[in-house]
């Protein structure tokens, strides 16, 4: 599996490989938006680099004036020369991401988002029976009442356990059930030529 940070570095260079393409403002402007929004996922939005993108363009401005009119006029024209500034940008933002890796969002607080429901739920029984498995530790120096109240709560954690295994076990055959019934509505409505 490609690491994340990989993944950014191909995506950078498919860019620095695309700008050869561009012939027009068009085309180079939204060329540019599309990296920028890969360079904010992957160095942050308020990054550097995102903001050095900013002040990049496909145009340079020249001077003109027209016969019998007064004053100067700025037109904006298309540079081919003006690539480079952007292959440097990229090659600067896959350094950076070389030697910082990418960006963490501090939006993700959730300490448990990449484990599953089932991971968390065993956890969950886990952290349980630890707790009452100490609280029944310390009980055992308390008067004999509240050993049998410690008693009693772990035996309703490991009832709790139980019943999400059961409950586990009645999705389980719920989904054979169901692929069965797909299996069999398939073959009705394709049946088999010989």
Same mark, same amino acid.
């Given at each position: 599996m490609w690491s994340k !940070? /990989? =993944?950014a570095i191909t995506a %950078?260079? /498919? *860019?620095?490989?695309?700008i050869d393409s561009i012939s027009n403002v068009q085309e180079g402007n939204t060329w540019k938006a599309a990296l920028k929004d890969t360079i904010n996922? *992957? &160095?942050?939005?308020?990054?550097s680099i995102s903001q050095r993108l900013d002040k990049l363009y496909f145009t340079r401005e020249?001077?003109? &004036?027209v016969p019998g009119v007064i004053g100067i006029f700025k037109d904006y024209v298309y540079d081919d020369s003006k690539k480079q500034n952007f292959k440097d940008l990229i090659l600067f933002a896959i350094k950076h991401i070389e030697s910082n890796g990418i960006y963490k969002s501090p939006d993700k607080k959730n300490l448990l988002h990449h484990f599953g429901n089932t991971e968390v739920i !065993?956890?969950?029984a886990f952290v349980i029976l630890l707790v009452f498995g100490i609280?029944? *530790?310390?009980? /055992? %120096? @308390?008067?004999?009442? @509240?050993?049998?109240? &410690?008693e009693n709560k772990i035996k309703e954690a490991e009832n709790f356990s139980i019943t999400l295994k059961t409950e586990n076990n009645r999705l389980k055959l719920t989904v054979d059930s169901l692929q069965n019934e797909i299996i069999s509505l398939t073959s009705k %409505?394709?049946?088999? =030529?010989?």
């Amino acid at each position: 599996m490609w690491s994340k !940070s /990989k =993944k950014a570095i191909t995506a %950078l260079n /498919k *860019y620095l490989s695309d700008i050869d393409s561009i012939s027009n403002v068009q085309e180079g402007n939204t060329w540019k938006a599309a990296l920028k929004d890969t360079i904010n996922l *992957y &160095t942050g939005n308020n990054s550097s680099i995102s903001q050095r993108l900013d002040k990049l363009y496909f145009t340079r401005e020249e001077h003109s &004036t027209v016969p019998g009119v007064i004053g100067i006029f700025k037109d904006y024209v298309y540079d081919d020369s003006k690539k480079q500034n952007f292959k440097d940008l990229i090659l600067f933002a896959i350094k950076h991401i070389e030697s910082n890796g990418i960006y963490k969002s501090p939006d993700k607080k959730n300490l448990l988002h990449h484990f599953g429901n089932t991971e968390v739920i !065993s956890g969950a029984a886990f952290v349980i029976l630890l707790v009452f498995g100490i609280g029944n *530790y310390f009980g /055992k %120096l @308390e008067k004999e009442r @509240e050993i049998i109240q &410690t008693e009693n709560k772990i035996k309703e954690a490991e009832n709790f356990s139980i019943t999400l295994k059961t409950e586990n076990n009645r999705l389980k055959l719920t989904v054979d059930s169901l692929q069965n019934e797909i299996i069999s509505l398939t073959s009705k %409505l394709n049946p088999v =030529k010989k």
